[in-house]
């Protein structure tokens, strides 16, 4: 099973910007996709970025569309996401998970690393 680690994730104020990732145990396993979540607090955990491993597809929640950037980098086997302009409203517990395909299933999960939006 894929093993998944996120870090960076911290506190910034509204407008900043943070860039957390994930280092993955592998990029070649049977899970073609990797996305980030996040939970808000009394929330639903929501899928809010995806990429497609073998052609780098993406995808985004209109919430995070045109300020969220998702990448992988293969050498390393890590995920990245490059989010911009942050609004208190992306205050959440950030996750990222192997999938077999965007808004599929979810084979693996990362602990989570939080962010919190607050001035």
């Known amino acids: 099973q894929v093993q998944l680690v996120e870090s960076g994730g911290g506190l910034v104020q509204p407008g900043g910007s943070l860039r957390p990732s994930c280092a993955a145990s592998?990029?070649?396993?049977?899970?073609?996709?990797r996305g980030w979540f996040r939970q808000a607090p009394g929330k639903e955990r929501e899928e809010i970025s995806c990429?497609?491993?073998?052609?780098?597809?993406?995808y985004y929640a209109d919430s995070v569309k045109g300020r969220f950037t998702i990448s992988a980098d293969n050498t390393n086997n890590t995920l990245y996401l490059q989010m911009n302009n942050l609004e208190p409203e992306d205050t959440a517990v950030y996750y990222c998970?192997?999938?077999?395909?965007?808004?599929?299933?979810?084979?693996?999960w990362g602990q989570g690393t939080q962010v919190t939006v607050s001035s």
């Open positions: 998970a192997a999938l077999l395909d965007c808004s599929g299933y979810v084979g693996s």
């Open positions: 592998e990029f070649t396993d049977d899970y073609f996709s």
């Open positions: 990429i497609r491993i073998s052609d780098r597809t993406t």
